[in-house]
């Protein structure tokens, strides 16, 4: 610790000097009332009817009818000697208890370094693990598909013989398909860009963060509506558009496509 600069310790010992020329004699001594130059530099801080209030419990709590020099055996206040006045009773609150102030001090630095559980995990290894062991289930299953089923390349293309239907790769006959029930413009351009311009949307109209699906109703149920009303158009063009992309039922003339 600090050493307490001389100009302080001297304006201390003033001030005790200016407390106790105050009360009227001097440097206190030890005594029976007195209890030193201790008790009379704490005369000099707390009140007289507090210090008589604290006499008072100190002796109700050694037996009740013990006397004290601010406690007379019989429960009565005796006066302070100084004071002018007698001590106010003694102040008690629930059950009997005896109220007491408190010091307020300043409340000092806390940092709190327990560590909080959070709901995230590192990419490596939880994410990048499943999907690496996802790669290679996928690259097994199609080493296998392809050398057990047999894929064959069909004949070259005849630009003078237009095959009937002609149809595009599955992936673009939901295209085809509303080509035949719009004009080109609305079908090509319109409808699929309302559809993209959504999609894009979607994270922006909502923004709830919760990862379960039970949460995000709104943004399953828009998801579920695109890709639905494009596999519906896939399917009706696959297996339901025969010669001249005219209507058609599979059971009743056959299937016109091929993978």
């Given at each position: ?54 006499e ?5 709590s ?25 001590a ?27 560590a909080k559980?959070v709901?995230?995990?590192?990419t ?47 992936y ?24 993209i ?11 709830n963060?919760s ?9 399953i ?13 896939v399917?009706?063009g ?22």
């Amino acid at each position: 610790m600090t050493e307490i600069p001389e100009h302080l310790l001297k304006r201390a010992q003033e001030a005790k000097a200016k407390a106790a020329a105050k009360k009227g004699g001097g440097p206190p001594s030890g005594g029976a009332d007195g209890g030193g130059a201790a008790g009379g530099d704490d005369a000099g801080k707390i009140p007289a009817h507090l210090l008589a209030r604290s006499e008072a419990a100190r002796g109700a709590s050694e037996g009740g009818g013990v006397a004290t020099a601010e406690r007379p055996a019989g429960g009565a206040v005796a006066t302070m000697p100084g004071a002018g006045a007698q001590a106010p009773p003694l102040a008690t609150g629930p059950e009997g208890h005896t109220q007491r102030l408190l010091t307020v001090v300043k409340a000092g630095s806390i940092q709190d370094v327990k560590a909080k559980p959070v709901d995230k995990v590192h990419t490596w290894p939880h994410l990048l693990v499943g999907e690496f062991v996802a790669c290679l289930a996928m690259t097994a299953f199609l080493l296998v598909f392809s050398a057990v089923v047999n894929a064959p390349l069909l004949s070259l293309a005849n630009f003078n013989l237009t095959p009937n239907p002609s149809k595009a790769p599955w992936y673009f006959l939901g295209l085809q398909e509303l080509l035949t029930m719009f004009h080109p413009m609305v079908a090509g351009v319109t409808i699929p860009g309302m559809g993209i311009f959504g999609l894009m949307l979607a994270p922006y109209t909502d923004r709830n963060p919760s990862a379960r699906p039970e949460d995000r109703k709104f943004a399953i149920a828009l998801f579920t509506l695109f890709v639905m009303f494009w596999a519906v158009l896939v399917i009706i063009g696959s297996f339901f558009r025969g010669p001249g992309f005219n209507f058609t039922f599979p059971w009743n003339d056959g299937v016109f496509f091929d993978l």
